[in-house]
């Protein structure tokens, strides 16, 4: 078979397996987020046994990366997508990580009272999720213009963390029994704007894999 064909069909089960990782991350982020509204800690407790899962499947798309790097010697743009998929995977697992953060604070949220600033941890979530759709697609079409859009998302998370933040402290004030739950809500919250802030780094390794040059978003 001809080398450029075989490195091109490696390279395609490396997209293929990315997307696989990426979606497996945004369904158990979405999983997270139910857990949270319903009140259910069987589904919180799915998304954090698929944790290792999510952990395999990078080690195995970054060894198999390695391989193609080794055996094909690829320079010029192939190079660069292939040191992109390891940035990728990198921070696709951290998201996967403060999905499971979302997921243990709905176990120990549930049963408890409602609680208003809950909603803005859904909507940090719900913009998460779709940050993380468009970045991957932007991968797959290799289109920066894209990745700069989706990583302009994460000022809508920026926003909602920075009312809740408000909005707790304010109720800590004036309920200092809540002080235990209140500093739970805002460990979660930040874990989500953790989780953006990776979704930009995909973004940015988008850009420099399609364009070859460093760009900072979101500053």
Known sequence: MNTRILFLEELNRLRHDLLAMAARVEEDLGKALSALR??????????????????????????????????????????RELVTIFKLTSNIERIGDHAVHLAKAAIKLSGEASFR??????????????MLRAAISAFLAQDAEAARKAAALDDQIDAEHKALTEEVLSLMKEHPEMVKKAVRILNTSGHLERLGDHITNICEAIIYMTEGKHEELNQ
């Open 117 to 130: 600033p809950l909603e803005h941890i859904e909507r940090m979530a719900e913009t998460g999720q779709e």
């Open 38 to 79: 319903s009140n259910d800690a069987e589904l919180a407790k799915e998304v954090r046994a698929s944790d290792a899962v999510v952990n395999a499947m990078q080690l195995k798309i970054e060894d198999e990366a390695a391989i193609v790097i080794a055996t094909q010697q690829p320079v010029a743009r192939d190079l």
